[in-house]
């Protein structure tokens, strides 16, 4: 937390920005986001060097499937780039209707909303439901956009300890307002699996909505990679569940959508500011998105390698790695101190392996880490090699 500024202490405002900067440094906290030439492939090069990508959301790698390039190209050739305007003025074209159908049939929900990004849906959905007459349970490792969410949403937020269904319950007991539960389905920073038949037991007993962010688990859990809620048996088409799903991570493109009730659109329509006062995604986005969810469809295999090139990745590091399910694609290696988790980043980057350091605040002080995640076109060899990079770089010096 800065400290609060003394009257005359920067001469001129952009002092106070240094000195901040300043601060982030010397805590080891600086971001330095490293620019990689080469596209979206899993291959890159970066200062100089040719590294395998180990650090991207693209589970499925469908951000260079040929299909996917070819609908965004086409789509751009035919219609144009951008959308001209938010869903409200200019911008609601017709093949956003389309992919909102096509992910509502995929998902088997009753209605899909899109939203300009996963964390501009995540915003839109808690503004849509929640007010100042709502009472938001929120998991403790709920990703930022749900965080800033709950705060924009004006309801009354509590935070309950990471997965703990009983402190939930025991919130909704003593809940003065209308409920609101939202958790992640996977938690971006541990890539654990929240207990979703349990958090849904639990939102049914209170008459609460139940709010899942399937940012991570979209392609990757559930048949055909239709998420951990589908994975876990909810009805799909429940009134009280709301899905988020992101088109940036498995689906290869970029936007959002939330899946709900046709009640559930209508609101997010009405009142989902994030949604409501931002640009439509774009053609190229859209068309991309489409395409991805038809490959998902045609190719089902791919949600089956990238588990079972997690599993192959985390069997190799297991005994550096907290408890969690082999089959999800992000693997956490904790090491708690930030410099040793840049330190880390920077030895596997000239080994020839692309790995992000995660420090607070993305995850909680003492906790910093190197984060893999693993796609399905990441090769034997490639999982492999990292691995033993790992190992190399973890032994003392
Ligand atoms: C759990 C979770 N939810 C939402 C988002 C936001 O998605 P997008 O990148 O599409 O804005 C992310 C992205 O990092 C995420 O990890």
């Not at 920005?17 to 490293?34: K, N, S, T, V, Y």
């Not at 609101?180 to 938690?187: C, Q, R």
Request: glycine share 10%; proline share 6%; hydrophobic share 45%.
């Amino acid at each position: 937390m800065p400290r609060p500024t003394r009257p005359g202490e920067h001469a001129c405002p952009s002092g106070w920005a240094e000195d901040l900067l300043a601060r982030d440094a010397a805590a080891g906290l600086r971001r330095r986001p490293r620019t990689r030439e080469g596209g979206s492939s899993r291959l890159t090069r970066i200062h100089a060097r040719d590294a395998v990508v180990f650090s991207s959301n693209d589970y499925l790698g469908l951000a260079t499937h040929p299909a996917v390039r070819a609908a965004a190209a086409e789509a751009a050739a035919a219609h144009g780039v951008g959308a001209t305007g938010s869903r409200h003025l200019s911008g609601c074209h017709a093949a956003i209707g389309s992919l909102e159908e096509e992910l509502a049939a995929f998902e088997g929900a009753a209605a899909a909303t899109l939203a300009p990004s996963g964390y501009a849906a995540n915003v839109a959905v808690l503004q849509a439901l929640g007010g100042t007459d709502a009472v938001i349970l929120s998991d403790e490792s709920n990703h930022a956009s749900i965080i800033d969410g709950c705060r924009l949403s004006r309801s009354t937020v509590q935070v309950f300890p990471h997965g703990d269904l009983e402190a939930l319950e025991s919130m909704l007991r003593s809940a003065r307002g209308r409920p609101i539960v939202v958790s992640d389905t996977v938690f971006s920073m541990d890539g654990d699996v929240a207990d979703v038949a349990g958090l849904d037991a639990v939102a049914r007993r209170h008459g609460a909505w139940l709010v899942l962010d399937e940012a991570h688990a979209t392609g990757v859990l559930g048949a055909g990679g239709r998420g951990a809620a589908a994975e876990a048996g909810l009805d799909p088409a429940a009134d009280h569940v709301v899905r988020v799903v992101t088109l940036s991570k498995a689906l290869g493109s970029s936007g959002g959508a939330i899946l709900g009730a046709d009640a559930v659109r209508g609101l997010l329509l009405q009142r989902g500011r994030a949604l409501v006062f931002s640009t439509a995604p774009a053609h190229p986005a859209v068309a991309a998105a489409r395409a991805a969810l038809c490959v998902l469809r045609a190719e089902p295999h791919l949600v089956d390698r990238v588990r079972a090139a997690s599993r192959r990745l985390r069997h190799h590091l297991d005994r550096l790695l907290p408890p969690g399910r082999a089959d999800v694609p992000i693997v956490p290696l904790v090491v708690g101190d930030p410099e040793r988790a840049v330190r880390l980043e920077s030895l596997l980057l000239e080994d020839g392996w692309l790995v992000q350091a995660v420090r607070p605040p993305s995850v909680p002080a003492g906790t910093s880490r190197v984060r893999l995640t693993v796609s399905a076109s990441h090769t034997d060899a490639e999982l492999d090699g990292v691995a033993a990079a790992v190992h190399r770089a973890m032994q003392p010096a």
